[in-house]
């Protein structure tokens, strides 16, 4: 009936037709609503559009607020959450790979942050981090010396410390990854490398770091997406505060959705987030490829 | 065969029918905070027995979820009958249409009688011709609690503390001592309500507001408005408040002055029990003093119905009852002076009861208050960062609110 190299001739299609349709009504819906809602002012009693404003939704967004303040926020908050949960993850990975005495001890350990949830977390940290009564400041005083200060309000501290909250919650998920990886890895290569002379840094720099190439590459995609679509840390530790000094593209498009009720401006961020995610996403994949081309 | 499957059919049908016509209850869903826990119970199971009739199912959450999950009830047409309100979410749901208007049910020769209330508790919630919610409860954060151990070492009389605001900060300077660690004085977080209060009652003892009275525009960025947010950022400028209670935490101003850390707090009636919490072995009147101030803030909780209640009356009915027996069932200050002698019988309340009396303004409400709200707090938080000057932050203020303000 349909020609074999035709789409409905094709059984691989058929096999895949009901997970398509399925992921066009769970994702094709709500996107289309989305920029329904961007384009439009919605009535919230019906849910549906009673005008079609055009683009006045994304220029007021883009205009107030000091977007280009939050947009770099979210870069800092994207890049930030990724290097420091891969780099820690990795360093983790490395050492629990090692086989020595109690290591699944730490290896169990290590997992608590991750299996912890989130709201628990963001409120154990507002107490560690709280000037008078928290742990922070004498460590910190203690360490490096200096007066006591207010980490979540101070507009050049707060957006590290919730970075280092989302660190630490998440560098558990790359370690347990990356370990995964570095399992795969043959013992007979280090054991030819070192044969040959190859030093610790030659074998991790010329073995390791190759052949965990594409869990990085998951990774660093995986993990870009959740950290720039995270904003519960942020919400609960400073409100984008102090001013907007730690305010995101998310925590603008809840702001503005759920306190204001402007669901309309909050489409609109919501599919600004999107553009940014797909960029930041393509982006990443197309450095992490290139250097995978280069080095192979 | 097919015949006695329809007949079977009908039998069963119209027996559903009998007993639900018969003995099938109301049932009215009412949600409130959490904090109710303990009174929920007691009130269904009186309100019940008066009326076998009526269930009254309970929805009880914490305040952080609350306003949330009522919103994304009330869009899918999912809300409970009756649900608990603060003052600035009442016109924010009603310019959507989520309210239902109680007029029905207030008057003289109705169910809830507008006598029962304070002076202008009730009239707050009508605007737009309709009465949009019935107060229960009503507060002020706006009286002052002060250390009077702490005025004693400064020098200065522990039985008469400051009237105003401007008071306050020339107390909070002989207060304040950076060595030993003790500020003159102490907030809650400024991304908190309280925070809202304080910056109402400041504007209010600096004889302006945020908009104008018919919330047409921003008011903030004229030179009395200016003025007022200066001096609130003053106290952080001088040390007088610690800069932690900039951060966003519950409670953070209680605590300070709970472990002795700050000698004066503006304090709500309900956040005395957390003082406690924080100074187990506080004496009221001996350790701690009592202020009231010019120009309180008084805020209320109310109950409001959703826009296509299913029992309105027997709703109203719950209400009316509510506000009737409240005083009985709880230590929070009613809204209704149904009580009578409720203050004697809670001598503790009896200060705020004062305070509250001592209102004059009203905290103009209007759809976009919460927004107007926040941009202030946003760009007055700027303004202590020094991001911007005051001036600076309070045009930006102004803009972003008359932005929000227009049609």
């Known amino acids: 009936m349909y020609k074999e190299n035709s789409f409905l001739g094709n059984p691989g299609y058929r096999f895949i037709a009901p997970a398509i349709v399925l992921i066009m009504l769970l994702f094709g819906y709500p996107v289309f609503k989305i920029i329904q809602f961007s384009l439009s002012e919605i009535s919230l009693t019906t849910l549906q559009p009673v005008r079609w404003v055009g683009f006045d939704n994304f220029w007021d967004t883009l205009i107030t607020y000091r977007f280009v303040q939050i947009l770099r926020n979210t870069f800092v908050w994207t890049t930030g959450s990724l290097v420091g949960q891969i780099g820690l993850g990795f360093a983790a990975a490395l050492l629990l790979n090692k086989k020595i005495r109690g290591i699944t001890f730490f290896r169990i350990v290590i997992m608590l942050p991750y299996v912890t949830p989130g709201v628990v977390i963001a409120i154990v940290w507002l107490f560690f981090y709280d000037t008078e009564f928290g742990l922070f400041n004498p460590l910190f005083i203690e360490a490096f010396g200096g007066e006591k200060f207010s980490v979540l309000s101070s507009a050049s ?94 925590v603008l498009a809840y702001e503005y959705s759920f306190n204001f009720l402007h669901f309309e401006k909050g489409a609109a961020v919501a599919l600004i987030l999107l553009g940014v995610s797909l960029v930041f996403g393509y982006i990443q994949l197309r450095v992490t490829a290139r250097k995978e081309e280069t080095i192979i | 065969m097919k015949r006695s499957f329809v007949g079977v059919l009908l039998i069963v049908s119209l027996s559903f029918l009998f007993v639900s016509a018969t003995g099938a209850k109301t049932t009215i869903t009412v949600m409130n905070g959490s904090w109710w826990q303990d009174q929920a119970p007691i009130i269904k199971q009186q309100y019940e027995q008066l009326h076998p009739d009526v269930e009254i199912e309970f929805v009880l959450m914490g305040m952080q979820d609350m306003w949330n999950k009522l919103l994304l009830q009330l869009l899918a047409h999912n809300a409970p009958d009756l649900f608990r309100e603060s003052t600035s979410w009442v016109p924010a749901l009603q310019s959507k249409g989520f309210l239902a208007p109680w007029d029905e049910y207030v008057g003289p020769d109705k169910l809830i009688k507008p006598e029962w209330f304070a002076s202008q508790v009730l009239e707050t919630y009508h605007f737009k011709g309709n009465q ?4 229960y409860r009503v507060d002020t954060c706006s009286l002052l609690i002060y250390n009077r151990n702490m005025f004693k070492e400064a020098g200065l009389d522990p039985d008469i503390g ?31 309500t309280y925070f809202e209060y304080l910056l109402q009652q400041a504007l209010w003892n600096f004889g302006t507001d945020i908009v104008n009275k018919e919330a047409t525009k921003a008011t903030i960025n004229n030179p009395s408005a200016v003025e007022a947010v200066k001096f609130l950022v003053s106290f952080l400028e001088e040390g007088l408040v610690p800069q932690a209670t900039m951060a966003f935490q519950d409670n953070q101003g209680t605590r300070f002055f709970g472990v002795q850390k700050a000698a004066m707090f503006l304090c709500g009636s309900g956040m005395q029990f957390t003082v406690d919490e924080a100074w187990p072995d506080v004496r009221w009147g001996e350790d701690v003093g009592i202020a009231l101030m010019e120009h309180p803030v008084v805020g209320s909780n109310t109950y409001a ?48 009861v004062e305070q509250v009396a001592l209102a004059k303004e009203s905290t103009i409400l209007f759809p976009e208050i919460r927004e107007v709200h926040a941009i202030a707090k946003k760009q007055i938080e700027i303004a202590i960062v020094g991001e911007a000057t005051v001036q600076e932050a309070m045009d930006e203020a102004a803009k972003q609110i008359d932005k929000a303000l227009s049609p």
């Open chain 2, 132 to 135: 949009w919610a019935i107060p």
């Open chain 2, 305 to 352: 119905m959703q826009r296509d209640p299913d029992h309105p009356e027997e709703s109203a009915k719950f209400i009316a009852w509510w506000n009737e027996n409240l005083p009985e069932l709880t230590i929070r200050m009613p809204a209704s002076a149904r009580g009578g002698d409720w203050v004697e019988r809670n001598p503790r309340f009896k200060p705020w």
């Open chain 1, 157 to 250: 501290t707060a957006l590290p410390a919730v970075i280092l909250v989302n660190i630490w919650y998440m560098f558990p998920f790359s370690s347990m990854v990356i370990r995964a990886g570095l399992q795969g890895i043959p013992g007979e290569i280090y054991s030819a490398a070192k044969v040959d002379g190859a030093s610790r840094f030659q074998l991790f720099r010329y073995i390791t770091l190759p052949s965990l190439r594409p869990v990085l590459r998951l990774l660093v995609v995986l993990q870009g997406i959740w950290a720039i679509n995270t904003f519960a840390f942020i919400w609960i530790m400073t409100r984008g505060g102090p001013g907007y000094s730690s305010s995101i593209l998310g």
């Open chain 2, 162 to 192: 400051p009237a105003n605001l401007k008071e306050v900060k020339e107390y909070a300077q002989g207060l304040t001592n950076t060595d030993k660690g003790i500020y003159g004085f102490v907030w809650e977080g400024a991304s908190s």
